[in-house]
C-alpha cells in the first residue's frame, strides 16, 4: 500500500469511492450521495484539486493500483479561523478495513498540515457511536472537545457526533 495525495486525473476513481461510502455509511457524512451523484466531473475535480497550504485530498493504494482509502484535509478560509483545518471526506473500502489504512491517511493528512503556514490545529467530526473510528483519531492524539447531539439526520434518525481536535506542536 502506499499514500499520496490525489491530484485532477484521479477525479474517477476517487468519485467512486466517495460515492461508495455515501451509499455504505450514509450517517458517517454531512453530505449525501444524491448530491454528490450529481456533481459534474469539472466540480469533482476542482474538489481534488490540491492548494498549497490550503487542502489536499489523500489517497491510499494497494499493490494492485487500486484506489482503496481516502482523506482530505481543508484549511479554514477566514483570517480569525486560519490556524485551523478541518479532517473529513474520510473513508476505506470494506475488504480493506483493519489493515491500517484508515491510520496511515490520517497520519499523512497530519504530516501535511504540519508543513502549512499558520496551521496550529486539526479538527474533526466523527459519528459518536463509530467506536473504532474514534479509537483510531484518540491514538493518533485527537481529543474530544465536545458532542454535537442530534447533528445528522438521515431516514428519520438522528446521529450525534463528537468534536475532537489535535494541536500540531510546532516550533
Same mark, same amino acid.
Given at each position: ?5 490525489? !491530484? ?9 469511492? $466517495?460515492?461508495?461510502?455515501? /451509499? ?13 451523484? =450529481? *456533481?459534474? @466531473?469539472?466540480?469533482?475535480? &476542482?474538489? #481534488?484539486? @490540491? #492548494?498549497?497550504? !490550503?487542502?489536499?485530498?489523500? =489517497?491510499? *493504494?494497494?499493490?494492485?493500483? /487500486?484506489?482503496?482509502? +481516502?482523506?482530505?484535509? +481543508?484549511?479554514?478560509?477566514?483570517? %480569525? &479561523? ?21 491510520? !496511515?491517511? +490520517?497520519?499523512?493528512? +497530519?504530516?501535511?498540515? !504540519? ?16 467506536? @473504532?473510528? /474514534? ?6 492524539? *485527537?481529543?474530544?472537545? =465536545?458532542?454535537?447531539? &442530534?447533528?445528522? %439526520? ?12 489535535? $494541536?500540531?506542536? %510546532?516550533?
Amino acid at each position: 500500500m502506499f499514500i499520496r495525495v490525489l !491530484q485532477e486525473e484521479d477525479a474517477a476513481v476517487y468519485q467512486e469511492l $466517495r460515492l461508495m461510502g455515501l /451509499r455504505l455509511n450514509p450517517e458517517a457524512f454531512g453530505s449525501d450521495y444524491d448530491r454528490e451523484a =450529481g *456533481f459534474s @466531473p469539472d466540480t469533482v475535480k &476542482e474538489r #481534488l484539486r @490540491p #492548494l498549497d497550504n !490550503q487542502r489536499a485530498t489523500v =489517497g491510499a *493504494f494497494g499493490a494492485d493500483g /487500486r484506489l482503496w482509502g +481516502i482523506a482530505a484535509a +481543508i484549511r479554514m478560509g477566514n483570517l %480569525k &479561523e486560519s490556524h485551523k483545518a478541518d479532517i473529513c471526506r474520510v473513508f476505506v473500502h470494506p475488504e480493506a478495513r483493519g489493515e491500517g489504512m484508515a491510520r !496511515q491517511l +490520517i497520519a499523512e493528512l +497530519i504530516r501535511l498540515a !504540519q508543513g502549512w503556514p499558520g496551521v496550529e490545529q486539526l479538527r474533526l467530526m466523527v459519528n459518536a457511536s463509530n467506536a @473504532p473510528a /474514534r479509537r483510531l483519531y484518540q491514538s493518533l492524539g *485527537f481529543r474530544v472537545y =465536545g458532542t454535537e447531539r &442530534e447533528s445528522l %439526520k438521515w431516514n428519520g434518525v438522528y446521529y450525534d457526533e463528537d468534536l475532537m481536535t489535535l $494541536r500540531l506542536n %510546532k516550533e
